[in-house]
């Protein structure tokens, strides 16, 4: 069945960078379009980036745009966000998830990873 | 950016109750409406998407109705399982946006 297994969170220094890193199991990601999700602390959910199953075309929310970016190594099956130049307020939960084939609703979803930016 | 608006923020209930949650959308998103339950310290778990179509392995007591802007997310029996947080999510237009989710609280 679809897994999505986390790694690679944890605390970092504002202006740092930080990768996260989803391995998809149960499914190709070569065919499937893929999104990272964020919850900050006690709030709701923040739809962060997302990718078109061939790379092509890539999406990224305005509180990220330039700072973030998305990407897939189909040979590992495996996501990432790589997170740069990082700010308290990017400080959450972030969940990778799989879209629908052809439809961007979340049908699987990583256990969450926890990114803390603090000095 | 189409906005997504959930009421109520709370709902207190008890178990057997009829529980409704609304979603409202800023502009017309046809369908393209999903459902999504969270327990604490958990993932979301996709409910309904399409508005109406049920998730498989989704209890039937949960349903989903609307279309355009106006959807509801209805549990007919609420039970035990059901105390969490729901939230809506639009897949019409990016950016792909959540409402502000309504958590259902023991009344």
């Known amino acids: 069945q679809v897994q999505l297994v986390q790694s690679g969170g944890g605390v970092v220094q504002p202006g740092k960078t930080l990768r996260l890193s989803c391995l998809a199991s149960?499914?190709?990601?070569?065919?499937?379009?893929m999104h990272w999700v964020r919850q900050a602390p006690g709030k709701g959910l923040e739809w962060v980036a997302g990718m078109s199953f061939d790379g092509s075309n890539k999406f990224y929310s305005d509180s990220v745009k330039g700072r973030f970016t998305i990407s897939k190594d189909s040979s590992k099956n495996t996501l990432y966000l790589e997170m740069n130049s990082l700010r308290a307020e990017d400080t959450a939960i972030y969940y990778c998830?799989?879209?629908?084939?052809?439809?961007?609703?979340?049908?699987?979803w990583g256990q969450g990873t926890l990114v803390t930016v603090s000095s | 950016d189409i906005q997504m608006t959930q009421s109520p923020s709370t709902l207190s209930a008890s178990v057997g109750d009829r529980v409704t949650i609304t979603c409202r959308a800023s502009q017309n998103i046809n369908s393209f409406l999903a459902w999504y339950q969270q327990k604490p310290g958990k993932a979301p778990r996709l409910l309904i998407y399409q508005a109406s179509i049920l998730q498989s392995g989704v209890p039937s007591r949960f349903s989903g109705s609307g279309s355009a802007t106006d959807f509801t997310l209805t549990i007919s029996s609420l039970q035990p399982d059901d105390f969490a947080t729901y939230f809506c999510q639009q897949y019409h237009h990016y950016p792909w946006g959540f409402g502000q989710g309504t958590e259902v609280e023991v009344k």
């Open positions: 149960g499914f190709t990601i070569s065919t499937f379009g």
């Open positions: 998830a799989k879209p629908d084939w052809n439809l961007w609703y979340f049908d699987s």
